[in-house]
């Protein structure tokens, strides 16, 4: 059985604080990916990053940063010093086992960044 | 260029009239992806195309009807829908259906804002 957990239902901070969302992905399977979406107010799911279960080097992208461990299972994303604009849903989606296609969506993650 | 273009943005239909919703790309993916997302839900997969036949239906009801005319096109077809079908109804695209490609990143659109009355 696969499952994927996303424990933080809503994150509230103050501009300019770091904020680490979690997400856990229980599989059996060896192989895998690793998927961070973003949900602003307006609707679009804009992706934000891919992993590969062989690859645990963690990524920076400027204020974005990835951790990702695979002996706990855990894929967790790191916003530096948050801005307004990074108000959203986050969503962390899996995608489990050779030749499959379908993103299987945490529930997210609703970050709101105050002024 | 990453865009995947939803029309219409908004839509409102009463439980008798029949609507389409378009998806449309330009980044020759030949997998396309309908999901539906329901308020402060994740979305979930109604149907997925893959050179341009449909490859999964996700035991979506019939008043749901998907249609692919092109490689860069998908419709989803409304009919006779129930006020518990309101919801956010996003298109997706990706290079293939096939995981391990590299680069094979499901794109988004906007959605369509759909409201049964």
């Keep these: ?86 108000s959203a849903v986050y969503f962390c989606a899996p995608l489990s086992g050779a030749g499959s296609y379908q993103l299987t969506f945490g529930k997210g993650t609703k970050l709101s960044v105050i002024p | 260029d990453t865009e995947v273009t939803q029309t219409p943005k908004h839509l409102v239909m009463g439980m008798t009239n029949k609507k389409s919703l378009k998806c449309e790309q330009h980044m020759g993916h030949r997998a396309m992806y309908w999901y539906k997302q329901k308020a402060k839900k994740p979305p979930e997969l109604m149907f997925v195309y893959s050179y341009e036949k449909l490859s999964i239906n996700e035991s979506v009801p019939s008043r749901f009807s998907p249609e692919c005319p092109n490689s860069s096109l998908l419709n989803l077809h409304l009919h006779a829908l129930q006020p518990e079908d309101s919801a956010l109804y996003l298109c997706a695209s990706s290079l293939t259906l096939i995981t391990g490609v590299a680069k094979n990143i499901q794109y988004f659109g906007a959605g369509t804002r759909l409201s049964v009355l």
Excluded: H, M
């Excluded at chain 1, 590969?52 to 010093?81: C, H, L, M, P, V």
């Design chain 1, 1 to 86: 059985a696969q499952k994927v957990t996303q424990a933080q239902t809503e994150i509230s901070v103050v501009e300019k604080e770091d904020v680490t969302l979690d997400c856990v992905y229980e599989t059996r399977d060896t192989t895998y990916y690793l998927f961070w979406y973003k949900q602003p107010p307006s609707g679009e799911l804009v992706f934000l990053i891919r992993r590969n279960s062989f690859d645990e080097q963690n990524e920076i992208s400027g204020r974005y940063s990835w951790n990702f461990q695979k002996s706990t299972s855990s894929f967790n994303f790191t916003i530096t010093a948050s801005q307004v604009v990074d």
